[in-house]
């Protein structure tokens, strides 16, 4: 599985963002995908998911209410769409994945994570 990350920039607070994941390779067995950031400093975070299956989603506290997670089947690409942006928004964002197989020895989860993408917020 590949990840791909794009949409980053500069922008100024109460702007908007989107950003693109795009998958590759062995999507099908892809379980899970989100978004995390990582802020100089600061251990990286959720920001936004899928649950397994994507069954659900969730959010970080800091962004419920501004950011919204998307995903086209169709395109193997996921978004996440940021509203509102406040300067303690700026952080590298990465896409991870899950990816889930069966073999005779049980489940096993793999992580992947993209090369990440620069958000900055001005104030």
């Known amino acids: 599985v590949q990840l791909v990350e794009s949409g980053g920039g500069l922008v100024q607070a109460g702007s908007s963002l989107r950003l693109s994941c795009a998958a590759s390779?062995?999507?099908?067995?892809?379980?899970?995908m989100g978004w995390y950031r990582q802020a100089p400093g600061k251990q990286r975070e959720l920001v936004a998911e899928?649950?397994?299956?994507?069954?659900?989603?969730n959010y970080a506290d800091s962004v419920k209410g501004r950011f919204t997670i998307s995903r086209d089947n169709a395109k193997n690409t996921m978004y996440l769409q940021m509203n509102s942006l406040k300067s303690e928004d700026t952080a590298v964002y990465y896409c991870?994945?899950?990816?889930?197989?069966?073999?005779?020895?049980?489940?096993?989860?793999?992580?992947?994570w993209g090369q990440g993408t620069q958000v900055t917020v001005s104030s």
């Open positions: 390779g062995s999507t099908y067995t892809i379980s899970a």
């Open positions: 991870h994945a899950v990816r889930a197989t069966v073999t005779t020895s049980g489940l096993h989860e793999y992580n992947y």
């Open positions: 899928f649950t397994e299956g994507y069954e659900g989603t």
